[in-house]
């Protein structure tokens, strides 16, 4: 019998690095397209939350678009990591390979994706089974510091690149990492889309920042492209079978997923209506029918690439 080995994905690169600014491991996937570059490069698509997403955007990208490199930002996957990210949770009885690599994920991404919050909005906001301190959540501007001074420039040092044609997406609390890239620097990327965004976090801390984007737009200095997506289920809490508890990772609607598509469909409304130039264009609000939250990011990356690049 033949023996099954690991499955590779062609014409792929990956960096592992320790952030000069916060000290973190990240690992970059870059999957490069299969056509030489053009003149100008190649327009770049990054996607938060690597694990989760790189592969669905880099094959999405592959079948539509020949000319854009998908950069996947996320954690290394070795057990040392893996072990070193999981320890403030303590004992955890029954885990294996996967399930710590899935705590250890999203400690990382807690930190990384969210803004500061303080211990009594945090107490109400925590995810069953993390119990979260402050300290291990508010990294967001060190890890947009990063994506500009350490992943860019080692993704521009691999492959040609159109620097003025970047995209990021970003899902759940990707998506509200997205929302505040867009805000406090609009002209890091030409196109943002925020799938999901989870505008709740930190009683809608990420919105402090849009009266300042909003003077930016209409004075000229800012002309962002922005998509933000929702599924329509994503305000609908899932029933619990009587006799279990609510798994971990499960989200509780009541607290996580409140006003989720009302507070995304106001945010678009409000950005649609500034008075932008320079190509300053704001999509209509995207809700994907009988979608809840897992759900979700797959048809927002469809929507996001033909936005994007098309």
């Known amino acids: 019998m033949t023996q099954a080995q ?7 690169r ?13 690992s970059i996937s870059v999957a490069l397209p ?9 327009r770049v698509l990054y996607v938060l939350d690597a694990h989760a997403y790189f592969a669905s955007a880099m094959e999405a990208v592959r079948a539509n678009v020949r000319d854009v490199v998908v950069v996947g930002i996320g954690y290394p996957s ?14 955890l009885p029954g885990l294996n390979e996967l399930t710590s690599m899935a705590y250890a994920f999203g400690l990382k991404r807690m930190y990384d994706l969210s803004l500061p919050v303080s211990a009594d909005v945090l107490a109400k906001e925590n995810i069953p089974g993390f ?16 994506i500009e001074t350490e992943v860019k420039p080692r993704v521009a040092e691999m492959v040609s690149i159109d620097p003025a044609n ?19 620097e609009p002209n890091a990327f030409r196109t943002f889309i925020a799938a999901s965004p989870s505008i709740w ?10 009266e300042k984007f909003s003077a930016a737009v209409g004075a000229g200095a800012a002309s962002p492209r922005v998509l933000v997506t929702m599924g329509s289920e994503e305000e609908t809490a899932k029933p619990v079978p009587a006799g279990l508890k609510m798994e971990q990772a499960e ?21 649609q209506a500034l008075s932008g130039s320079n190509g300053y264009q704001v999509e209509d609000y995207a809700v994907f029918p009988k979608q809840g939250h897992g759900l979700a990011p797959w048809p927002a990356l469809g929507r996001a690439i033909d936005f994007a690049f098309n």
């Open 14 to 26: 990956k960096i592992d690095f320790v952030s000069g600014i916060n000290g973190q491991q990240y």
């Open 78 to 91: 070795d057990p040392a990591f893996i072990q070193k990210a999981i320890e403030p949770l303590g004992p």
């Open 6 to 12: 690991p499955v590779s994905i062609p014409n792929t």
């Open 166 to 184: 970047q995209a990021i997406f970003g899902h759940s609390l990707g998506g509200l990492a997205v929302l505040h890239a867009l805000f406090v």
């Open 201 to 210: 976090w930190s009683e809608k801390a990420v919105l402090a920042n849009e």
């Open 34 to 42: 299969w056509l030489p570059a053009p003149e100008r490069g190649y």
């Open 251 to 271: 989200f509780d609607a009541r607290i996580r997923s409140g006003r989720m598509v009302e507070n995304a469909r106001e945010l678009a409304a409000r950005l």
């Open 131 to 146: 119990n979260l301190t402050t300290e291990q959540v508010g990294g967001l501007d060190d890890f947009l510091a990063t």
